[in-house]
């Protein structure tokens, strides 16, 4: 006890403790800062681990990153309030576009990618309208990582059991007759989802919001658009699905299995992912079309024949002391061959990378798809996919629209005027500033 | 020594020191975040970078704001209709087990308090099979036997609070009933005895004399239910994607609050929201509180 009290022992101790505290200040120096990754979903989870270990052979051995998976749905949540007290922040988050738009409100969290993007070509090569998505006025927020477009999903052996072709769905109205024969005989032809109403309405050239942030700036396209939906579930050619909802596997996917449908209308990433997941036996069964096409009055088309949902993305958060790394990482991400090219074989999404388009394993015929190139369907369909206005109210917008705003139109409660109409007052009256007020 | 009336009706400080711990985390985790969520709410919805105070906005906002009145509407219903059932349901249950053998009294209580026992999250993806559109087991079991057309319980907007009821009062009429049940056997036998020898009828007795003798029982009930179904937010997060279903008609203010934070990206307002429930809250609390000692008092002394 005397000898541990004894001064020339604590002062022995001190330098000795001093001294292991130095250490590991320097050790800490030396050693890389991991760059943290928030990611949304499992499966891109091993994606990402992937590319970190690709990043290391083929540019940095010394790169270190922690990738982190969360729910879909949980991932923004806790990114809000990361964001919020600034506190245990990542550095680089792949986030889905539906939620990007909530984190505009004030200044935006993210770098300003603008220069970076222009300097390495990216502003070129990758495909505009989906650049755009991730961009506030003229600054580049984030980098798409998926085209996005949306195709029917058509079960191959219904529509010969139906005696259907796809050939025969060049038109909505087309597909409209074709769905009231089969309606008679008791078989729905779509599975109808909320969200329809926004790829519908982007299909025909519509927008949730205009450049200057006015809600549905197309009102009467928007009206036409609804009422045909409301008209696809009178006549019980498309089938509401339980909780109303395609993007639910346990709940959809026992009516797909009980071949209560006959097509899905979905953009890559659902084909790629969850109809495989929620489907599997259905291997070969699925067929994958273009979207039938609006006409005017005189039955001439006046539409593009695909329309967009949803696509994660990359953006890099702008508190990060690891900027530069992040960017490098992110760019190689989006730029290399493999990176892709394992995006979309591994069942991710089909690239928004222009180049990568001619990788020829992405254009190889589908198994699962009954030997269809998605590949090819999609890049012939690359310059119709629409434009998509970003706005800070439209995650509210698009929840609004997916979790049930609408669907009383399908339900046959109520009018499509009123229904939309309501949905403008509401997004008008709330939702924090307008876009660019930053 | 003998202490003076006064001195024992002063706390001694070794009570005080007692407590102090509880007030202190009470401090930290209660009132500490329900002030800075009072400030939340006067700034405005920036989720980063520097806040700007904005006074009482949000909470003017919500005046003007259809959705939320739809969802303190549906949380009125909600509550009102929960409770009503609940205790309703719990109280028969009660008397029906009383009158169970006692070896087969404890099995029966213990099997019927499993919903409350269960997290909320786990109950409401057991009511999602429940629910579901044509093969759930409601339809499957009681809507289609009895003749009538499937209802589609968690998208049909004339169904859907009822779903949200249904899970609530699955969940607590197992709960109340054991505790309504401990009530009605520590219920004093002479009066009872009392009152049957004075001539008074199975209704006249149950209103009259065990209505009050529970009163204080059934009053934590109530109160223990007003505040779940106004903090009601896993069940229905589970069942309707965060969402209040089709056209709003399962929009509860906790849902609503969750929304505006993190849907909309707005804290301030999604903060104004929570605190807004605290008078109804409170409203529904007080009534609780005072109407049924009146009831009581006056039951008590027919």
């Known amino acids: 006890m005397n000898s541990f009290l004894n001064f020339p022992s604590i002062a022995n101790r001190s330098v000795r403790f001093a001294l292991i505290i130095i250490i590991c200040a320097i050790v800490n120096v030396s050693w890389a800062e991991p760059v943290k990754i928030w990611i949304s979903s499992q499966q891109d989870k091993i994606y990402y681990d992937n590319m970190v270990r690709l990043y290391q052979q083929e540019v940095d051995a010394d790169f270190q990153a922690e990738v982190q998976a969360f729910g879909f749905r949980e991932m923004p949540d806790k990114l809000a309030i990361a964001f919020k007290t600034q506190t245990n922040t990542p550095d680089i988050v792949q986030l889905d576009e539906v939620f990007f738009g909530m984190y505009l409100q004030g200044e935006a969290p993210f770098v300003d990618l603008t220069d970076r993007v222009k300097a390495v070509g990216l502003d070129e090569s990758i495909m505009p309208q989906r650049l755009e998505l991730f961009s506030l006025g003229d600054r580049v927020l984030g980098l798409p990582q998926s085209l996005s477009a949306v195709v029917i999903y058509y079960r191959r052996d219904l529509f010969q059991q139906f005696s259907l072709s796809p050939s025969e769905f060049k038109t909505w109205d087309d597909f409209m007759a074709i769905g009231e024969e089969l309606a008679a005989q008791n078989q729905p032809l779509l599975a109808l989802d909320p969200s329809y109403f926004g790829m519908l309405l982007r299909q025909r050239g519509g927008h949730l919001f205009s450049e200057t942030g006015d809600v549905l700036p197309d009102f009467e396209l928007a009206v036409e658009t609804l009422e045909f939906m409301g008209e696809l579930a009178q006549k019980r050619i498309g089938l509401m699905p339980d909780r109303s909802t395609i993007f639910d596997p346990v709940f959809f996917g026992g009516d797909v299995a009980n071949n209560e449908i006959l097509a899905i209308m979905g953009a890559d990433w659902y084909g790629l992912d969850m109809i495989q997941q929620f489907s599997s036996e259905l291997e070969g069964e699925w067929g994958i079309m273009p979207l039938p096409v609006w006409t005017d009055e005189q039955g001439n088309p006046n539409s593009v024949r695909t329309s967009t949902f949803a696509g994660q993305g990359l953006v890099v958060y702008k508190g990060s002391d690891l900027i530069d790394e992040s960017w490098e990482f992110v760019k190689f991400v989006m730029t290399n061959r493999e990176a892709n090219a394992q995006r979309f074989l591994q069942g991710n999404s089909f690239p928004a990378y222009k ?14 798809f009954g030997y269809d190139s998605m590949g090819q369907i999609l890049v012939d369909l690359a310059p119709e996919v629409p434009r998509v206005m970003m706005n800070p109210k439209r995650p509210m917008a698009v929840f609004m629209i997916r979790e049930g705003m609408l669907s009383s139109v399908m339900y046959g409660e109520g009018d499509a005027r009123t229904a939309l109409t309501r949905f403008k007052d509401q997004l008008e009256g709330g939702g924090g500033p307008p876009p660019g007020v930053n | 020594m003998q202490r003076s009336l006064s001195d024992r009706n ?70 009102v209709s929960t409770i009503t059932i609940t205790i309703t349901l719990a109280l028969v249950f009660a008397h029906a087990l009383r009158f169970c053998n006692r070896r087969i009294q404890g099995p029966l209580v213990f099997g019927l308090m499993i919903p409350g026992l269960c997290p909320p999250t786990v109950l409401a993806l057991l009511f999602l099979l429940v629910f579901h559109g044509k093969e759930g087991l409601l339809n499957r079991w009681i809507i289609q036997p009895l003749g009538f057309e499937t209802i589609n319980w968690l998208s049909d907007p004339d169904f859907i609070l009822s779903a949200v009821v249904i899970q609530a009062v699955w969940r607590w009429t197992g709960f109340m009933a054991f505790f309504l049940l401990c009530a009605l056997n520590a219920r004093p036998r002479e009066i009872l005895d009392a009152a049957r020898i004075d001539g008074a009828g199975v209704w006249s007795r149950f209103v009259n004399v065990t209505l009050p003798l529970i009163a204080p029982t059934l009053t934590f009930c109530l109160i223990y239910l007003i505040i779940d179904c106004f903090a009601q937010f896993a069940g229905s997060y589970v069942l309707f994607g965060g969402s209040g279903g089709t056209n709003d008609a399962g929009l509860l203010l906790v849902t609503y609050a969750y929304q505006k934070a993190f849907i909309g990206g707005g804290f301030g307002s999604g903060a104004a929201v929570s605190l807004s429930i605290v008078p109804w809250l409170a409203g529904m609390l007080i009534l609780v509180a005072m109407v049924p000692r009146n009831v ?7």
């Open chain 2, 296 to 302: 009581w008092k006056e039951g008590s002394t027919r």
């Open chain 2, 10 to 79: 002063l706390p001694s400080w070794g009570h005080v020191w007692l407590l102090a711990p509880f007030f202190v985390f009470l401090s930290l985790f209660w009132i500490t975040p329900l002030g800075r969520g009072l400030l939340l709410s006067l700034e405005s919805d920036t989720l980063f970078g520097e806040s700007t105070f904005v006074g009482w906005q949000h909470y003017r906002d919500l005046l003007a704001d259809s959705r939320y009145w739809r969802a303190v509407l549906n949380t009125a219903v909600f509550a």
């Open chain 1, 355 to 368: 180049p990568a388009f001619e990788d020829i394993r992405l254009l190889q015929p589908q198994p699962f």
